[in-house]
């Protein structure tokens, strides 16, 4: 399982077997493997894209609506769906998406969630008094109970990021193995959020570790500047920048000290994607990222919606080659 940014309109190479490719501000043609087109600009080079692939031969294929690569170690699935406009038929189908994903992974062999990534169009917009988002969560939620029960045990890291138009987008890593979920000390689980944010709670995990076959991945989920359950820093982005990688280190530290593993710190991030609310912070916030993090780690900049409407930046990363 590798993964290898893709900066500007650069395409891919053939001779790789590829898991699943997901572009941002294009649609990216069709392919024998699932892909994906996030409407999301990347900032830094006008194109991105994510690629995911494998050591190992893939086999194809596709399950309601779900494109999945299977590797026999890891599964990888896509899909991108017009759900619907009103609010209580989006979660109908936000329901059934989610199902859908759990079935597939159970059918194949793969019943262990690693990563998910979330991306859906007026994410903080309300509709009949609830925010796109809260749907999205209660819908989750939801989803995860009916299938599982005692499901935050078995909750992965995940991203939920607002897109510019478009479909409903989810992609996922799940594995044969289980992940090893973690926490992370300087913010209450989101799980656990109190009621003012919604009436169902995010359900993910702060960081999923994926230790397997010789290979250390470490999945950081979407961070922002929370501390506890509060937004930090309402209005600064550069301030909120900092609070997100104090976040991010106490993950990476703590993780290393509980797990025994080689994480250590900021350092050891190979790959981030950069969530910005608004397109004219890029200067200042890859400034000051390259300030903290050097010039050797892979990042993609993206004009993406966070959850709250007073977030700023997000960032998701992935530590381990
Ligand atoms: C937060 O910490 C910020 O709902 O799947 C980050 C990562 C966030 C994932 C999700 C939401 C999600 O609450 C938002």
Known sequence: LQLRYI?????IGAPEHVL?????GAEPAAAAYPVAGIAMAELDHGAGAELWTSALPV????ANGIRYADNGQVL????ADDVPADGTGFERRVGQIYDAAFELCQAQGHPHLLRVWNYFPQINQARDGLETYQRFCRARALAFQA????F???LPSASAIGSHGGRFVLYFIAARA?????ENPRQLSAYSYPPQYGPRSPSFARATLYRHAGQELFFISGTAS??????MHRGDVCAQLDETLRNIETLIESTGRDEAVRLGGLGDIDFLKVYLRRPADLAPVRARLRERLGEAVQVLYLHGEICRSELLVEIEAVAGR
């Open 226 to 231: 929370i501390v506890g359950h509060e937004s």
């Open 76 to 79: 990888f699935g896509a899909i």
């Open 7 to 11: 900066r500007g309109p650069e395409t």
């Open 20 to 24: 699943g490719l997901v572009r941002f």
């Open 147 to 150: 299938r599982f029960g005692e």
């Open 152 to 154: 935050v045990p078995r």
């Open 59 to 62: 086999r194809y294929g596709s």
């Open 178 to 182: 289980a992940g090893l979920h973690r």
